[in-house]
Every structure is written in structure tokens, then in C-alpha cells.
């Protein structure tokens, strides 16, 4: 069954640094996701990206935030300046009309 | 896109089914009843979704009232497999991205 990679599975990082977290999406699929979860609270969207273009961001992503395809397969989520509060587990998920299919997740943590 | 209603939690025997209500009392003609679960902290998983008729696949089923003011996920023979946090989503066909609300934390017990 077609499977959504994230890498790192954890990254460690220390406040104020650029983190970059990477997903390889489902060859035919479309549209592409960011989502994170914050311990112990629910999932929450972040940004859609379709056609090599943002579709809708949430209010959480702010100008410290970036998405980009930059190889054409690869789809990544670039945190530029972290602070203690962006520890989090980030979900990349990729899908088309009906549904999406989810990766296992990076655990971000920023000391 | 319209919300959900969900109770936080339920309890369900080993074997038995599992029955998990979803109201979704001001959902529009055109949007679609999404049912996505999450097994302790992996990525959310894809169970079913329907619009009006109701709907079977290997995992689940999902009935929805004829008024599609709620819905019930059924998962006919529980394992402990299936604990996990269920979320019911209304999602417009024209809208892409997916909204999570709290779910109901299933506990299939022994």
C-alpha cells in the first residue's frame, strides 16, 4: 500500500534555529498538507499546497513558516526561527478529492 | 465547513461492536461526512466517508440519518487494536484542507 515518508522521524533543535522537515508524498496524489499536534492536544491544520502554490494556510502559520516542493516530489516544511511553543509532532498528508493518506509524523523538539 | 459534535470518550468490550455518534446538525447539501482515526500519536488514518447513502468497506461502516444531521461509525467486531481517537469530519467537496475536532477516545477492553 502506497505510503506518505516523513524524515526525520525526531529532530532536536535549539530555540532561534531554522528546522526543515521533509516529506515524500504518493507519487499521483495532488494536493499536500502540513498539520502538527502539540502534545496531548488535537491536530491541527497548518497549510494545503497545490499546484506548486499555496492553497489555504491557518491562522498558526505565520511569516515564520514556509512550504515548497523544491525537486518536484519532495514536499517540505521549513520553520525558520523556532521558539519553544513549535514542539510539536508534524504530520505531512497527501491526497486528491476523497481523503488523505497521512505520514507517521516528525516529533520536533526545540530546547 | 460544518462542525461536529462528538462525545469525548467510550468504552467498548473486546468482540462487540463499537458504535461512535457523530452530530453534524448544520451540515450543507454539498459536504461530505469524513471518518479518520488516531492510534496514539501516529499520523491519522483514513477509515470512510459518505455523503448520504451509507457506506461499507473492510474497516467500518457508516450509517448516516436520512436528514444527514448525524452519523454513527460502526466497527462490527472490536479488538484492542481499534483503541484509538475517532474523528468525524464535514469537509465541502470543494474545500481541501480537513479540520480536526477532539474525536471520541475509544477504549476496546477485554
Known amino acids: 500500500e502506497p505510503e506518505v515518508t516523513q524524515t526525520p522521524s525526531h529532530q532536536v533543535t535549539q530555540m532561534g534555529q531554522e528546522v526543515i522537515l521533509r516529506c515524500v508524498p504518493i507519487s499521483n496524489h495532488l494536493y499536500f498538507y502540513w498539520y502538527r499536534q502539540i502534545l496531548g492536544q488535537k491536530v491541527e491544520f497548518l497549510v494545503s499546497f497545490y499546484n506548486n502554490e499555496i492553497s489555504e494556510k491557518s491562522e498558526i502559520f505565520d511569516d515564520q513558516f514556509s512550504v515548497e516542493r523544491p525537486d518536484g516530489s519532495n514536499f517540505t516544511l521549513k520553520i525558520r526561527s523556532t521558539k519553544l511553543e513549535d514542539s510539536a509532532m508534524y504530520f505531512c498528508?497527501?491526497?486528491?478529492?476523497?481523503?488523505?493518506?497521512f505520514g507517521s509524523g516528525t516529533r520536533l523538539t526545540v530546547v | 465547513d460544518a462542525k461536529t459534535t462528538q462525545p469525548p470518550s467510550m468504552d467498548c468490550a473486546e468482540g462487540r461492536a463499537a458504535n461512535l455518534p457523530c452530530n453534524h446538525s448544520t451540515i450543507s447539501g454539498n459536504e461530505y461526512v469524513y471518518w479518520y482515526r488516531q492510534i496514539h500519536s501516529q499520523g491519522p488514518q483514513y477509515i470512510i466517508h459518505g455523503l448520504k447513502n451509507n457506506e461499507t468497506n473492510e474497516m467500518a461502516s457508516l450509517i448516516i440519518t436520512e436528514d444527514r444531521k448525524s452519523s454513527t461509525l460502526i466497527l462490527p467486531h472490536a479488538t484492542l487494536r481499534d483503541t484509538a481517537v475517532y474523528y468525524c469530519?464535514?469537509?465541502?467537496?470543494?474545500?481541501?484542507?480537513?479540520?480536526f475536532g477532539a474525536g471520541t477516545r475509544l477504549t476496546v477492553k477485554p
Open positions: 498528508a497527501t491526497g486528491g478529492r476523497y481523503g488523505y493518506t
Open positions: 469530519i464535514v469537509r465541502n467537496d470543494n474545500n481541501n484542507d480537513m479540520r
